[in-house]
């Protein structure tokens, strides 16, 4: 491998670019940490391939991907919709919460810790 290098002074400074990568959300970033600690190997892997950011971001669309699936049907199974957000406001606040965690739980076991 070459490099080129520019000359700033006394010193050569080489000409290294810095790969952009897609932004990693919250469950890219939980994946990431899950690597590091609980597969060393592969992470070391994916770092030096430099396949590590965009295994995160894959996995971060997926998992919000699969978010938006299963929060709807979790309200209609527990019965949450309009109704009840009308009736009664801060049922259909913990309902909602109760279901979003739910679903993430499911989601981080699914995708984040496999």
Request: aromatic letters at 8%; proline letters at 4%.
């Amino acid at each position: 491998m070459e490099l080129g290098y520019t000359k700033n002074g006394d010193y050569q400074i080489p000409d290294i670019a810095i790969k952009r990568h897609r932004p990693i959300g919250k469950y890219g970033l939980l994946r990431k940490a899950f690597l590091q600690q609980f597969h060393p190997v592969l992470y070391n892997e994916l770092i030096l391939s430099e396949k590590l950011y965009d295994h995160c971001a894959e996995i971060d669309e997926a998992a919000r991907n699969r978010l938006e699936i299963i929060i709807p049907q979790l309200a209609k199974q527990y019965g949450v919709d309009e109704k009840l957000k009308a009736e009664n406001q801060m049922l259909w606040v913990g309902r909602m919460n109760m279901i979003r965690h739910q679903a993430e739980e499911s989601v981080k076991m699914e995708l984040v810790y496999c």
